[in-house]
């Protein structure tokens, strides 16, 4: 079975921590990873694709990287901020164009 | 702005009484997803749409259905709902070209009494 696990389920730093997520999946044979932001109540805002070629994405102060050898992926976060809370999802494409998805990590920076 | 539009945001139902929710997009994208997504649980794909194919999840209850009667717009049926369908519902869409990348919108919270 194709699972996606996120370890830690809940963090709370202070404000300019610099902070890894993880996500973890059971199958190698992955077409791409997508790392998603969900504020309490709302939809999902798509953050970083990483295609399966492709061993990581930058977009500003995040950093997402991809081992499809070891089935992970991390979610760097430089320099964090409250604005920053939120919970982060992290969804695989195992093909078939459907995602599955990890339980999410809650984030709190403190300010 | 291209986007992925919900309607309605909220929604009160009553128990066992037909509901219908509303997602419509200007991506003119092929693909639209819906999901259910449950308090503090991962979103779960109930079914979706490449063009006119309906394609639906092996788990999902036979009280939900789902009506494509165009590329701009889907819908999603609760036949009876229970007060376990008491969820976010996430409509979503991608494009079977480049990077299948999936664009959510803003998502409905239905509430059954």
């Known amino acids: 079975k194709q699972e996606v696990t996120q370890i830690p389920a809940a963090l709370s730093v202070p404000e300019g921590e610099n902070l890894v997520l993880n996500c973890s999946f059971t199958?190698?044979?992955?077409?791409?990873l997508q790392w998603f932001r969900q504020d309490p109540g709302k939809g999902l805002t798509s953050l970083l694709l990483?295609?399966?070629?492709?061993r990581e994405q930058t977009s500003g102060r995040l950093n997402a990287s991809l081992d499809k050898s070891s089935g992970r992926s991390t979610l760097y976060i430089a320099a964090s901020q409250p604005g920053d809370s939120a919970t982060y999802l992290c969804?695989?494409?195992?093909?078939?164009?459907?995602?599955?998805f990890g339980a999410g990590t809650i984030l709190r920076v403190k300010s | 702005d291209a986007m992925v539009i919900q309607n309605p945001r909220y929604q009160v139902t009553q128990f066992g009484k037909p509901v219908t929710l509303s997602c419509s997009q200007t991506?003119?994208?092929?693909?639209m997803y819906w999901y259910q997504q449950k308090s503090s649980q991962a979103p779960k794909l109930l079914f979706h749409?490449?063009?006119?194919?309906?394609?639906n999840e092996a788990d999902t209850p036979d009280n939900f259905q789902s009506r494509r009667p165009n590329t701009s717009f889907c819908f999603l049926d609760i036949r009876s709902p229970g007060l376990g369908d008491a969820a976010m519902y996430l409509c979503?869409?991608?494009?079977?070209?480049?990077?299948?990348?999936?664009?959510f919108g803003p998502g409905t919270r239905l509430t059954v009494t």
């Open positions: 979503a869409t991608s494009t079977m070209a480049l990077t299948y990348e999936q664009y």
């Open positions: 199958d190698s044979a992955i077409y791409n």
């Open positions: 990483i295609q399966s070629s492709q």
């Open positions: 969804a695989v494409c195992f093909g078939g164009n459907k995602l599955v």
């Open positions: 991506l003119n994208h092929n693909v």
């Open positions: 749409y490449y063009d006119k194919d309906f394609n």
